[in-house]
């Protein structure tokens, strides 16, 4: 017995020191399979690094087979680690039932868990229940505070304010310091509130703890300032950072005044924002256009142009007919399409999506809410487009006659 112990522990060590090398996660898993006897350790080890290494489809299949043949109970480390999974792929039916077993199992005050709820839940666009699990935590930790920060943040539609409430209290308690991350999700929030003065506290802050460099910060700094229309201080945040990325170069140009870039040449304009090993990207240039527009500035949008051509950014000359079948063609279309086909008509729709929805996309979706009376779901890279009852939302907004609403 003590030998068929021994091999189990030595055969666990082996997976964990393969899948922890980095790489061969295939062999690791070749290691997993061909173990006579497994323990509920071996099982969460190996279902853990498969979500670590983002093979979420994989990770779920696992923990759905350790239940059937394995006879092993779940503990809690498998617990949140399947709730996470299903926090980053929104699998919110899947999650919702891990949750009702962590309160059969008697874990729903453990810290670690109800962390991972609280992030699930937002992620999925329900701040309101996310809320719900974080208020019936005995204890917080960085992690809870920070999830529920963010969530409110991606809600959008004026929950910023309690974003920046929520990270008040966290301050006020003095029990958890943020992090980074916490910074980040909370000058987000700064920067579309109308009222700058809190980021400007919360910089403060940031200096204090010594994480102003920090690019996630740094970039979250320079979108509160550039939003402000303070320049010179989005400059200074953007000259400190020890990781000069595309998001805080974009940042620094996005809400700046074109008159106050002041360039005669394309090799002015890179000087002028920087750009080194990370170049200019197409959201650069679409920023300054639409700057140069704003003010009238007909000569500045022609040099911009020029760059755009020579920078190989402008798109090819496409007909009308064209462009509209490129706007049938977007994902986000095609995910709610599917959806209406493949799930019943009362459940709410669902989609992720890992760039910002456009404006055509938009108006469509919220079109197709009215027709099929479902409620749909949207997830971007910036915030959650969540669209319910659209009917009631544009009779409230223009009357109804049957007239004004038309397709």
């Known amino acids: 017995m003590g030998f068929y112990l021994m091999s189990i522990v030595l055969l666990g060590r082996y997976v964990r020191v393969w899948i922890r090398g980095g790489g061969d996660l295939v062999s690791a898993r070749k290691v997993f ?22 093979f979420y489809g994989d990770a779920i299949d696992l923990f759905l087979v350790m239940l059937v043949s394995s006879g092993f109970v779940p503990d809690r480390f498998t617990l949140n680690s399947l709730i996470s999974v299903c926090a980053e792929i929104e699998f919110l039916s899947l999650g919702k039932e891990l949750h009702s077993w962590v309160i059969r199992s008697g874990l729903a005050l453990d810290l670690c868990v109800g962390c991972s709820l609280v992030d699930m839940y937002a992620k999925c666009g329900l701040v309101h229940e996310s809320r719900k699990v974080f208020d019936g935590m005995p204890n917080h930790n960085v992690m809870s505070w920070t ?15 309690e974003a920046v409430r929520l990270f008040s209290d966290m301050l006020l308690q003095g029990c958890v310091a943020p992090n980074c991350f916490t910074f980040s999700g909370v000058l987000k929030a700064c920067a579309n509130l109308p009222d700058f003065g809190f980021g400007e506290q919360v910089h403060g802050q940031t200096i204090k ?15 509160v300032y550039a939003r402000s229309g303070r320049m010179e201080c989005a400059r200074k945040c953007f000259d400190i950072l020890f990781d000069k990325n595309l998001v805080s170069r974009n940042g620094d140009v996005d809400d700046a005044s074109v008159e106050d870039l002041n360039f005669n040449s394309e090799q002015d304009l890179n000087h002028k924002i920087e750009y080194t090993s990370n170049g200019v990207s197409s959201f650069t240039y679409a920023s300054l256009l639409s700057g140069a527009a704003c003010i009238g500035t007909i000569g500045k949008g022609e040099q911009i142009h020029a760059m755009v051509v020579k920078m190989d950014f402008v798109l090819h000359d496409v007909e009308d007919e064209q462009k509209e079948q490129y706007l049938f063609q977007h994902s986000e279309k095609l995910a709610v399409a599917f959806a209406l086909i493949s799930t019943p ?7 992720f999506k890992n760039l910002r929805v456009c404006d055509d996309c938009h108006m469509a979706i919220k ?10 779901v949207v997830r971007d890279a910036n915030r959650f487009h969540h669209i319910k009852d659209a009917w009631r939302e544009l009779i409230l907004k223009r009357g109804y006659n049957g007239v004004e609403v038309a397709f």
């Open 367 to 376: 079109y197709i809410s009215m027709v099929t009376s479902r409620e749909i």
């Open 345 to 351: 008509n009362p459940k709410p729709i669902r989609v």
């Open 33 to 54: 399979d061909r173990m006579r006897e497994k323990n509920v350790v071996t099982w969460t080890l190996m279902i853990t690094r498969l979500a670590q290494f983002g």
């Open 209 to 223: 703890l010594g994480l102003s460099a920090i690019d996630c910060v740094g970039n979250g700094l320079v979108s």
């Open 147 to 161: 999830a529920l920060i963010n969530g409110y943040v991606r809600g959008g539609g004026g929950q910023e304010r």
